[in-house]
DNA sequence: TAATTTATTGCAATCGATTGCATTATATTG
DNA sequence: CAATATAATGCAATCGATTGCAATAAATTA
């Protein structure tokens, strides 16, 4: 190891000076001459000087980190999300600690503790589906991290803002294609429901339905993590017994994109014979043959919404009330070739 | 803010003993009795306590993190492999800090800055598709942190682990399968050739051309930064004006589903009239009409071993010479609709 | 009981950067 | 030139956990 760790203290050696003159130059404090300030950073480049962010934040309380805690990062609202995030943070010299659920609530809850030891400025949060005990998110609060929730937002915590879009419009805007495509017995892939997003774009549905004059069959809705095996699984439990559905309304991309598949693979032809509108794009949506109806979501924006917002409760001066609230994003139908046959 | 902030000396000052039997107590350490570490532990839990890890890691010298610097997280590809260094990274004790490049020289460097600053115990990273200059990676050597390199590698700095697949081989396998199954012109959609992993693609794809006896077209080669849009856009250069190829063979899996995609659009039909073959898996591979035959890469086994290597690098004991090498691993083909007319 | 081990615990310095306050150097004014 | 204002720099404490060494308490032995 040539482990050499150059500090301020060997700048001021160097020069002659105080180390905290040294800490001031290179912070471009006004009270430092200019003369000192450029041979402060001239040595520091000579002797490779970098500055050690431990000990900073050590002093000053701040990591000028934020976690970000998602389900997976794969999946691409997660990884749009992300890149959101990543773009408000840097603009704001903050570094993004990312870490994934993989959907678990135990995993989740370790995380929290890792990111709390790790002194994280803020945390961003979209729950692990089955999540649905809170206290670790209390306890963050407790220890005064700020924390914005968005996509799975969590009801029972107060006080923070949470990001989500209108999943009942975006719903009802995906089954009522579909209904005005002539599509009558309409399935939905749901999410379970402790989580209030896919509450809210089953009632969706319902409503949508409704409004169509169309029944509710509730053994058309089925409930499940989403997977592109839980996609294909449905589609076959729910194709095999006549009379199945003739369109799938999912609360996913994957689950649409894998019930597809399943149907085109036993001859079932999309759009003619089955309608399928998926929640939020993959990048593969439009590509797909046939391409895919899908309720658009921005991603991205949200995820520097959510950054905004944390940066905004991180920074808040007077430590003054701030508007906490719920921002609603708007949903966009993106329609294509799978729910439109004529 | 309620920002509470409980140290080892609260805990002391509570139970009036020295903070040093505190520090002690909470790391299980011999000389402290099991009585004394029990009433630490119960009034840490308490009050609340929670380890700060920037102290720990001001005075060890080590944060117990290590940076991964991916070109995007939401290719499947470097989301598997992250998922591989996570685990053994948290098996260890360790936090993974992600960070995306975008595919931009520049921010990488500005991300290795972060990192350095951040005091990363290591640095995980598959090159920015541009990066030609590679001082970044020097000075991070210099300022004794360990370098895994992965997929794309970085020939020009030595003494460090990479983890690769063998390249060549896949290629090989790929464009030989699509030669074995009839077609005459095959094209090959590459990436730019300042990464050797590309170059080794290419170079698999002459070999086996050459060994199936089909003469190498330069015309029929096209480099590209291998998004969906370059897909695209490549495959409608070249068949636009006859003769064009007869099937694809994609250095990444993202063009070939563009690519197949465009053909599917003009009524191309793929495999009667155009194979494709992909290099490296993306979930929907299978998913697609027809499901797209790919070269698979170990991912996850690429993450988990880079990883690894780190850790063994970090932690290696009399600072010995470790048996610094470049390990390929071995690809397979997955054969599948789009590349089988038979 | 005194002497010697051994088991526990405490003291105090340390990591590197920051910052309020004190001090010195320089400039301005009467 | 003395007096005051202003600019520039230095001193020293601080953040929280760690750790070598010293000190004390408890246990063992002579």
Redesign the interface.
């Known amino acids: 190891?040539?482990?050499?760790?150059v500090s301020i203290y060997d700048i001021a050696d160097y020069l002659g000076i105080a180390s905290s003159t040294v800490s001031r130059a290179l912070n471009d404090h006004a009270r430092i001459s200019e003369k000192t300030k450029e041979e402060v950073r001239r040595v520091a480049k000579v002797l490779?000087f970098?500055?050690?962010?431990?000990?900073t934040?050590?002093i000053t309380?701040q990591?000028l980190?934020i976690g970000v805690v998602v389900p997976?990062?794969?999946?691409?609202f997660f990884?749009?999300a992300?890149?959101g995030i990543?773009k408000i943070a840097?603009e704001n010299g903050y570094?993004?600690?990312?870490?994934?659920s993989?959907d678990l609530y135990d995993r989740e809850v370790?995380l929290f503790?890792?990111l709390?030891?790790?002194?994280v400025d803020g945390i961003i949060v979209s729950l692990a589906i089955n999540t649905e005990q809170f206290d670790h998110f209390r306890?963050a609060r407790?220890?005064?991290i700020p924390l914005v929730f968005f996509d799975r937002v969590c009801d029972e915590i107060e006080d923070t803002f949470k990001i989500v879009v209108k999943d009942f419009e975006g719903a009802y805007l995906g089954t009522s294609h579909l209904a005005e495509q002539g599509f009558k017995r309409i399935a939905h892939i749901a999410g379970y429901q402790s989580q209030k997003i896919f509450r809210d774009r089953l009632a969706g549905y319902k409503q949508a339905l409704l409004d169509a004059n169309l029944p509710y069959d509730e053994k058309l809705v089925k409930y499940c993590q989403l997977t592109?095996e839980d996609g294909t699984g449905i589609a076959e439990e729910l194709l095999q017994h006549p009379p199945g559905p003739d369109a799938f309304f999912c609360a996913n991309n994957?689950t649409a994109?894998?019930a597809?598949?399943y149907a085109?693979?036993h001859h079932i032809k999309v759009p003619q014979e089955m309608g399928i509108v998926g929640f939020s794009e993959?990048?593969?949506s439009?590509?797909?043959?046939p391409s895919v109806t899908s309720v658009r979501q921005p991603c991205e924006e949200m995820g520097t919404l959510a950054a905004q917002k944390l940066l905004e409760e991180i920074n808040q001066e007077p430590?003054g009330q701030l508007d906490f609230k719920e921002i609603a994003l708007s949903t966009e139908l993106i329609v294509r070739e799978s729910s439109t046959p004529h």
Not at 1 to 5: P, V
Not at 50 to 55: F, I, Q, V
Not at 286 to 289: D, G, P
């Open positions: 190891m040539s482990n050499k760790k490779g970098e500055k050690n962010h431990l000990a934040g050590l309380n990591s980190t997976a990062v794969n999946r691409n990884a749009s992300i890149t990543e840097s570094t993004v600690l990312i870490c994934q993989h370790e503790d890792t709390i030891a790790n002194r306890k407790d220890t005064g592109t994957l994109i894998s597809m598949a085109l693979n993959e990048t593969v439009s590509l797909l043959k430590a």
